[in-house]
């Protein structure tokens, strides 16, 4: 997928993960860099093509996702390596949870969602960063590792 240069949201989606695939850069200390942020109604955070460690911030946030979803961990904050930003995820209803973003310790915005929206507002995405990954042969790296590892754990197909 390396031809896919963004995994940006469509006009009706409530949560998403964005990737800039294009902007991907293997690192000399093997950090992966490129656009990572998320869109919560519409809204980009922290920014749109933020640059960060995208692999290993989307790793965090699948892997997170995965935890709250199986019941795991009951809240969650996932931080970017890069700035004081983060996205929450929280209890709610059945079938719910609290999507929150914010900087530092200050709460940004809150919005609840069906924990599907949510889901497939990550997986496809993160998949999809994963496969660009893996086309640029950077398979062995560890973040490309734990990502593929947080994305089956994701599926109920983790240890």
Known sequence: MIGTSLSAPAVDV???LCC??????LARAGAIWGGAWIELRGEAFPEPGWNDMAVA???DLVDALASFMQGRKRSCRIRFYDGPFWVGLGPS?????????GESDKEKA??????????????SNASALLDACWARQWGDNPDVVRLARALKSLDGQGD
Not at 93 to 101: H, Q
Not at 110 to 123: F, I, K, M, P, Y
């Open 57 to 59: 911030f989307t790793g």
């Open 110 to 123: 809150q919005v609840l969602l069906s924990d599907e929206a949510v889901v497939q507002g990550v997986r």
């Open 93 to 101: 209803g059945p079938g719910e949870v609290l999507v929150s973003r």
């Open 14 to 16: 409530e949560f998403q």
């Open 20 to 25: 800039d695939h294009e902007s991907l850069d």
